[in-house]
């Protein structure tokens, strides 16, 4: 392999199990350009880094020879990977929230490739929600994080929050430096979000779905090299990157947006499409009346997308994904809704939690071959296990 890594080395006492990981890297052919913060030189010093990746080492944002030979935006984005080994608290709490007060967390805000932290630290430090929620949001953003591992800690407690060991840090590292092109050559368009329907000028009916499953599936395709169609109701999330966006605001636009995107391979039908529409959204907005009279609104039901694009008679993909978002009795709603839908798999969630617009998820994936359920997990790592049965079915 004749790759690069930019390794990020923070603060903390597994920083000097990083060198190893340099050594071992370099043997399977990947070289490590290396930056260490200010308190990862308590642990490793500059001298030792270079030598064994035999480049620089890199610790100040503001120097200037640094600066002239490359300067921090480049040396962000010249390796194919960025890792960040091993991660503390405090690079996740700074990269999670976008600031950029040194030469690692500059680079973090500046690079366009893969991210990937190994975190090390203590237990109540890994399972604190402020940590959690961090992770969450890095995760939300596009990077791995890995899990840490269990046990005896250096502190002396026991629990999660060990740097995984070189063999499993090496191999996620290899693996995120082996682009997967499973999915090359297939089209998949998928929904995600809301659909908003007006009622008048400013006022509109909607529901809770923030869009982040679909959105996290749409990344998770185009990850394996598929050539994805993202069709999203309004939601507050970036684009997700490689993926072609198209932003519509209610169900008819939904549907009309995605016939146009046909022929696919694969039709995902993430999106809380709002099953009713009023009827004629007035052209002015509508005024109290004063009074008790109750007000009444009339709604039809919105074209069922999912329905009509599995019973398209030309343009049928060859796989039709449901989603089943429902409260109670998922198995039953699940199984009517294969049969209703025309659909090859419903994939069905229960929300009776905070799932809309949480971080995790759990599904069951229902076919006619029967049910799989996947493990309790956050909403890129269902995603990604969604799509691995996505490529094995489509190839
Ligand atoms: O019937 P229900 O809304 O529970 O079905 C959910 C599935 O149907 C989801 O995959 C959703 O995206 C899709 N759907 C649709 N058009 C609608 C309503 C739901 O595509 N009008």
Not at 141 to 162: I, K, S, Y
Request: proline share 5%; aromatic share 4%.
């Amino acid at each position: 392999m004749d790759r690069s890594i930019l390794l990020i080395i923070t603060g903390g006492i597994a920083a000097f199990k990083s060198l190893e990981l340099i050594r071992e890297l370099g043997r399977a052919g990947v070289r490590s350009r290396v930056i260490l913060t200010k308190a990862a030189q308590e642990f490793v010093t500059p001298l030792s880094v270079s030598a064994l990746s035999g480049e620089k080492c890199f610790t100040e944002l503001f120097n200037l020879n640094d600066e002239a030979e490359m300067g921090h935006i480049e040396l962000s984005r010249s390796a194919d990977l960025v890792v960040v080994c091993p991660a503390s608290a405090d690079i996740m709490a700074k990269a999670a929230n976008g600031l950029a007060n040194d030469l690692a967390s500059t680079a973090l805000l500046a690079t366009d490739k893969p991210v990937l932290y190994a975190p090390a630290m203590n237990v109540r430090m890994w399972q604190h929600p402020a940590v959690k929620r961090n992770v969450a949001q890095l995760r939300d953003d596009g990077a791995t994080v890995l899990e840490p591992d269990e046990g005896l800690m250096a502190c002396g407690e026991f629990g999660p929050g060990r740097l995984p060991e070189i063999e499993r840090l090496k191999a996620s590292i290899l693996s995120a430096l082996t682009p997967d092109d499973t999915l090359a050559g297939k089209h998949v368009l998928i929904t995600a979000g809301p659909t908003r329907e007006p009622i008048d000028p400013v006022r509109y009916l909607t529901n809770h779905s923030s869009g982040r499953q679909g959105y996290a599936i749409a990344s998770a395709l185009a990850a394996r090299g598929a050539d994805v169609t993202l069709v999203s109701g309004p939601v507050s999330l970036p684009a997700p990157s490689g993926v072609k966006l198209v932003k519509i605001e209610t169900a008819q636009e939904m549907l009309a947006a995605c016939q146009s995107a046909l022929p696919a391979d694969a039709f995902i039908s993430v999106a809380a499409v709002a099953d009713w529409r009023p009827v004629n959204a007035s052209e002015s907005k509508l005024k109290l009346k004063g009074g008790e009279d109750p007000v009444s609104l009339q709604f039809v039901e919105n074209p069922d997308i999912l329905k009509t694009i599995s019973n398209s008679e030309t343009q049928r993909p060859e796989l039709v994904i449901g989603f089943a978002a429902e409260t109670h009795e998922l198995e039953k709603y699940a199984q009517e809704k294969l049969k209703t839908k025309g659909c090859d798999w419903i994939i069905a969630n229960d929300v009776s939690g905070d799932v809309m617009g949480g971080d995790r998820n759990q599904v069951s994936l229902f076919s006619q071959q029967g049910v799989e359920r996947s493990p309790e997990a956050s909403k890129a790592q269902i995603a990604d296990w969604i799509v691995s049965r996505i490529a094995e079915a489509l190839i």
